[in-house]
């Protein structure tokens, strides 16, 4: 997958979330802007390794249904099928 490059947000924090933060930010040792970077960081790995879980658009799902049967009728010497179908 190719790396994107990073992206500017300006957001608004309220002034406890402001001061909780930097207080994790400061007992981590890394400043503010890294320890909120970080956090979303972790939290989007997380989200993206629920997604195909979460995938119930039914002409999706078809599509899945129609790749899983070309394996079935290709057999198991189709290693690139295979792998692509097990990601």
Known sequence: MAVLPAKRK???ITGPVFETLSRQ???EGVSLKKYI?????KDAERHRAEMPAR???????????????????A?????????ILSK
């Open 10 to 12: 300006l957001i608004d």
């Open 25 to 27: 930010a400061y007992r």
């Open 37 to 41: 970077e970080t956090l979303l960081e």
């Open 55 to 73: 995938i119930t658009d039914p002409r999706i799902l078809g599509l899945v249904g129609v790749a899983r049967r070309a394996v079935a009728e």
């Open 75 to 83: 057999g198991p010497d189709d290693e690139r099928l295979q792998y």
